[in-house]
Structures are given as structure tokens and as C-alpha cells.
């Protein structure tokens, strides 16, 4: 034992301190007390205990390094609607690659997005480096659908403002490999950008997260007579294969009593393409209401006359109603539980997660996170919030012409160089 404490002080030192004792230091102490009072024994003690150290350094690394999860929002964050396309190219020295964008198909209301080709490819680069990147957005789940060619791939695709959940999965050859959750008649074929890797060409569909769906379309939720039967083809007209909606005065659900009762009041309420909330668009009202709705939106804001089981946001002069336990902020906890695992008591969006995001209906999220990137400020509440918040970085500059497409690269660049 004499003879082979030297031998042991030299060459095993260095691998007990920096492989051991930075991954568990108890472990390091158990190590050097066998090796000093039992030096004889140590060889096979430590040959025992090689592959559980090797273990636990695997297992406190997981869990010690910061895993992040990436939510972002869509219009406004990803996408962008320039006044005129010209305006979208960027002046002066900017990186020319910025400037190649993808154009989305017309809104209802002719509207054009674009999204550049490096923010895809920055999308793309949180996914490799493991990082779980969400899209979370408001929007109707058949816009949804349509528009998935042209958006990022994500591992999670969130629409209705929280109320449902799809993940992508190889399109089935066949009707023998059925999945419970498929949403039938989707086959989206991705948009070649700039840069893209050759399995971006895949084509895929989406599949329901059936747990969430079971408890949104509870009858204090939202209740079940909203889903449709079949999905629009994406890049289609986006209507040609959905099956009639079930009208709001024969949804069953706390959601649609609340709706009749908005109807009964005079609202126009848009419905179309929503399973788990409608919408109340300033645009669509009589005049009466039209010149009133401010005062709507405070009241909305004070939640008066909203039952306790629904929640409610604003998005650019329009209000949706949803389930309370939706919304984007409860959708994005239940996700990171999904792919992190709910065993980590500690774990939280706070800790964990990172959000892209513009305007009020992404305040919730936005504060729930660890960091905010906002690309573009669309509401003044939103400002308020990023000027008292360290935690919420505007990458928007417009004296440096570093906006729309330009600030969302930005922001993914500072996540990227930050994680």
C-alpha cells in the first residue's frame, strides 16, 4: 500500500478532482477517505464505482445545466407585415441574407407576412442545440394549418391562444398506422428557404395532445362541439375539406354560454376556425359598439361580467375568450413538463424557459419566463413593461433600421449566444 500511494497521489489525483469531485463532491470525499484508510482495497473499489460516477456526472450535468425551452409567439414576433413590401429590405450595411424572405399567403383581410430565411435557419439552430422550440399563438388553428409550410419547424405548435396543442409526426403512409389525436386531411409540404437542410422537404402532419384536449373540452371549459371533423389542407384555399362548424347558439360548454351572452349584447362574434375561443375584433361591430369598445377592453381588462372559468386577452384592438386554465402562459408550464419532465418540483418557466413575444396577449408568458425578447412593441402596455423590466430585451432599434425581420434575428442571435 506504501508502494502504491505514490503511484496513486500522481496519476488518479486529477481524475478524482476534475471527473469526480466537480460532479458530486461527496462522492470525492468517499473516494479519498477509502483511499486512505483502506488503500489496498481502492483499485477494486474504484473500478465498483467508475460506472455509477460516470452516471452521476451524466445525471447532475442534466440537471444542474440550465435547460432552456424557447415560446414564441408568431405575427408581430416572428412574422412581420410591412406597410409595403419594399419596406422590408433593410438599408445601409445590413447582412444581405436578412433581406431573403418567404411570403406568406393573404390574410382574409389581404394582409401579406413575411419571414425571413435566417430566422428559420436560427429556429433551427435552438432545435439542434436541444433546446424545445414552441410556437404559441392565438391565432385560429385552420390559419394555423394553412400557414405551416412557411413557418418554423417546432416541436410543439400551440394555437387558440393555449386551448390546443399539435406536434409534428411523419405523415402515415397508409390508413393502418392511425394515431389517436391525427388531424385528419393535413399534409403540410414545408416551403424550401434559403439554406434549408434537405430533410426540411419532409413533408409531416400534426397530432392533438389528447390529455389537453380532455380537459379543455370539459363543459366548464370549453366543451367539444367546436372540434371539426376534418382539418383544411395546408396551402389551400383552407376550407375545401373542413367539415360545417357547429354554430355558437348549439355549442355546449361555459365558453359558448358566454358567447350567446356577448351575441345577446350586441357583438359580433368571429367563431370560424375556433374549437376552444372566439374572438370580439373592434372591426366587425356596429358603430355604437365600434366607438365604445375602448371601454369594452377595460372592462375586459377588469374582468367585469367574465366568469370565473374563462380568461380573456387583448391583440391588436381584438379580445379573445378562452378557458382559464388556457391561455399562453398555463400552456407553456404544461409544456415544459412535457419535454423536461414534472419530477423536478424546482422546475419552472422562471427557470427554464425563454420567450419571443410583441403585444398583450403575451404579457402572462412573458413575466412567467426567464428572459423576454421582444422583435417589435405593439401595444403601450407592453412598452411600460420592457422599460421596469431588466428581464425583457427589445431588440428593435429603428435609428439603426433594425426592425421587423432584422430585431426577430437579433433576438434568436442572443438567445443562441447566451445558452
Known sequence: AGGLLP???????????????LANPMLLFLLWANLLGHCAGFIPFLAATTASSEHIMATSSSSSSCKMAVFSDVDGTLVHYPKNLAAAEPEGNADTESIDLLYLPPS???????????TLRLCQKLRHRGMPFVLVSGMRSTTLFQRLPYLPRADAYVSESGGR??????????????IDGLVDGL?????????????????????????????????????????????????????????????????????????????????????SGYATAFRINRKHQEDDLALNFDDFLQKCKDREGIPDELGCSTNLGCVDFYPIMSGKRNVCDYLLRKFFGDHDEAMSLKSHALCLCDDDNDVEMALACRKAYIPSITSESMQKLASENRDMIVTENVEEGKVESLATEAALEMILYDN
Not at 8 to 19: D, G, K, M, P, R
Open 7 to 21: 503511484f496513486f497521489s500522481q496519476h488518479i489525483t486529477l481524475y478524482i478532482t476534475f471527473n469526480v469531485g
Open 108 to 118: 382574409k383581410t389581404g394582409q401579406r407576412g413575411v419571414i425571413s430565411s435566417k
Open 165 to 178: 396543442i399539435f406536434y409534428p409526426v411523419d405523415s402515415p403512409l397508409d390508413d393502418e398506422h392511425q
Open 187 to 271: 399534409l403540410v409540404n414545408p416551403e424550401p428557404y434559403t439554406g434549408c437542410p434537405s430533410s426540411h422537404h419532409n413533408p409531416f402532419t400534426l397530432v392533438e395532445d389528447m390529455e389537453w384536449k380532455n380537459q379543455i373540452s370539459n363543459l366548464q371549459c370549453a366543451g367539444s362541439d367546436g372540434y371539426s371533423t376534418l382539418a383544411p389542407r395546408a396551402g389551400s384555399d383552407g376550407f375545401s375539406t373542413l367539415t360545417p362548424p357547429t354554430p355558437i347558439e348549439h355549442r355546449r360548454g361555459t365558453l359558448w354560454e358566454h358567447a350567446k351572452t356577448m351575441q345577446k349584447q350586441g357583438f359580433f362574434l368571429d367563431s
